[in-house]
């Protein structure tokens, strides 16, 4: 048994030197290998003695409790009489501290307290993630500027092949659902102004509705449910199987090889399908009108032509770039936060699916005010 810190005496263990911090790990190793721990915890006859230590702190009181026990401790005052009064009182408090329960019981908030929690929880995390979503586009726009004049690093292939699956597979969907809610808006419309005697309108009312918000609105928030979750999925899937960080290790950019390719796509395919969903919806209400209001497709398309200026066709593709790249970059974004497992992909194509629909509608109704203000 070492001599310098523990000594055995027959039936006494006598505990000398200085039991301090700066000692604590060849004290704590010693009594590891010794087997002084073992005979107090047990009911013997030996006894301690403290008298031969010269400086104890607060660490040396621990590993002390530790080996007497909690109940020994607190009476020290009774067999160690020839201990500093001192070093007594930290035996019995660090005694008293072991002795107590760790576990503390949670305050009780009101309902009402509860409630401004988890709302300022919740603003605290939007914040935190607005501001992840403003770093990460400042990221891609800034890789985006460096290769613009440097074509051998464009990613062509790549773009190519995610046009093909987020704009040319999107077309049908789109168009049947452009198509269908076309029929609806002008049905509604026919049932509203027969009232007034003023049906004609009915083409009016389609038109400006699907050329200005629902042809680049719908194909938005369909590609925003269909896309961006399909872009949040791949991300993830890599993310997890660490190939983001294979890429990194060969130094290559996941920005430029993936993310950038995924923007390019959506911006060339948004555009097109709203195009597409503004042409279905006019086709749509045209169907209606001329079997339920008998107004032919001649003069649909003549009524279209002299009311409908190309401004409104403008205005709203002009919006799909903008819908577009937040798609992209929250699709990518929520992919680049997967942590490593099933459910995080699952958490995050969620959240990539809400994100931008919610953004979509918030910059159309932004849109829409200042395109308003503007006359446009």
């Not at 700066?22 to 590891?32: E, G, Q, T």
Request: proline share 3%.
């Amino acid at each position: 048994m070492p001599s310098e810190w523990i000594a055995r005496h027959n039936q006494t263990v006598a505990l000398k030197g200085e039991w301090t911090l700066a000692n604590y790990r060849h004290i704590k190793a010693a009594l590891n290998h010794s087997q002084t721990r073992t005979e107090l915890g047990k009911p013997t006859n030996v006894t301690v003695s403290l008298d031969a230590i010269t400086r104890l702190d607060t660490a040396g009181a621990i590993l002390i409790v530790e080996l007497i026990g909690v109940e020994k401790a607190q009476a020290v005052a009774d067999w160690a009489v020839e201990l500093p009064k001192e070093q007594q009182a930290l035996l019995v408090r660090i005694a008293e501290a072991m002795e107590a329960p760790l576990g503390v019981d949670p305050p009780s908030y009101s309902r009402i307290s509860q409630a401004l929690a988890s709302v300022g929880q919740h603003m605290a995390g939007l914040w935190s993630q607005q501001r992840q979503l403003l770093a990460f586009i400042g990221l891609v726009m800034a890789t985006l500027f460096h290769l613009v004049l440097r074509p051998r690093h464009w990613r062509l292939t790549a773009t190519v092949a995610h046009i093909q699956q987020s704009g040319l597979n999107a077309v049908p969907i789109v168009a049947l659902l452009t198509f269908m809610v076309g029929a609806v808006v002008a049905f509604l419309g026919a049932t509203v102004l027969q009232d007034f005697g003023a049906t004609i309108y009915t083409i009016d009312l389609v038109a400006f509705s699907f050329l200005r918000e629902f042809g680049v609105l719908l194909a938005a928030i369909l590609l925003a449910g269909r896309t961006a979750s399909a872009f949040t999925a791949q991300i993830g899937a890599m993310k997890s199987n660490e190939e983001i960080d294979a890429l990194q290790a060969q130094g290559l950019d996941p920005i430029e090889l993936l993310v950038l390719p995924r923007v390019m796509a959506m911006l060339i395919s948004l555009p097109m399908l709203a195009f597409v969903g503004m042409l279905s919806g006019l086709a749509g209400g045209a169907m209606v009108t001329s079997l339920s209001l008998d107004i032919s497709l001649t003069q649909f398309l003549t009524t279209l032509q002299k009311d409908v200026s190309v401004t409104h066709f403008l205005v709203g593709l002009s919006k799909a770039p903008v819908f577009a790249f937040v798609i992209a970059v929250i699709g990518c974004l929520e992919g680049f936060k997967v942590s490593g497992s099933a459910q995080s992909v699952g958490e995050h194509t969620t959240s990539s699916v809400v994100q931008s629909i919610f953004m979509v509608i918030l910059i159309d109704a932004v849109a829409a005010l200042f395109f308003m203000e503007m006359g446009w």
